[in-house]
């Protein structure tokens, strides 16, 4: 069966969770969370959280549990905390809850970052993956990126990926 196939198979009503790490924003001032809820309610996903925690390896691990234990969310999307800073913790503490990692999302969101921002592309460290049947994505803090890996990739494919992860 062929992509054009399974994105037709796809589960059609998608949950979906925010996760927005920062220890500068509110929930009022988080633009990249705010536009993510927005714009999901209008691709037709529910959305069962959206939470802002501090950049904490432990606070992020405990909301992906607590969202796929509570709301067992299709996907959860986590903006920011994913640069080199050392308070850039979002990749830490994903990556090691991850049973199958999409490994071309990093790069292909580099790519796409890259035709935007040029060589500061290099800076972003986002990953995907699955954790238990939960499609994770940590993409950057900045409303640019959240709108490109959104619109680019993560919206057009996370019914195709989810059914994937379920099945």
Excluded: Y
Excluded at 4 to 26: D, F, G, M, N, Y
């Amino acid at each position: 069966m062929g992509t054009k196939e399974h994105r037709i198979e796809s589960k059609k009503q998608l949950s979906v969770a925010v996760v927005s790490v920062s220890s500068t924003r509110t929930l009022e001032t988080d633009e990249s969370g705010a536009w993510i809820e927005k714009r999901a309610k209008k691709e037709g996903f529910n959305l069962v959280a959206r939470l802002l925690i501090k950049d904490s390896e432990e606070e992020v691990r405990k909301a992906v549990r607590d969202i796929i234990r509570d709301h067992n969310a299709d996907g959860i999307i986590i903006t920011g905390g994913t640069g080199i800073d050392s308070s850039d913790v979002t990749v830490e503490a994903v990556k090691p809850m991850f049973r199958k990692e999409l490994a071309a999302f990093g790069p292909i969101f580099a790519q796409l970052s890259f035709e935007e921002i040029d060589s500061a592309a290099i800076l972003s460290r986002s990953t995907a993956g699955i954790v238990f049947n939960t499609v994770i994505f940590a993409i950057p803090g900045s409303l640019a990126a959240c709108k490109l890996a959104c619109k680019s990739l993560i919206f057009p494919e996370l019914g195709h990926v989810s059914k994937h992860a379920r099945g």
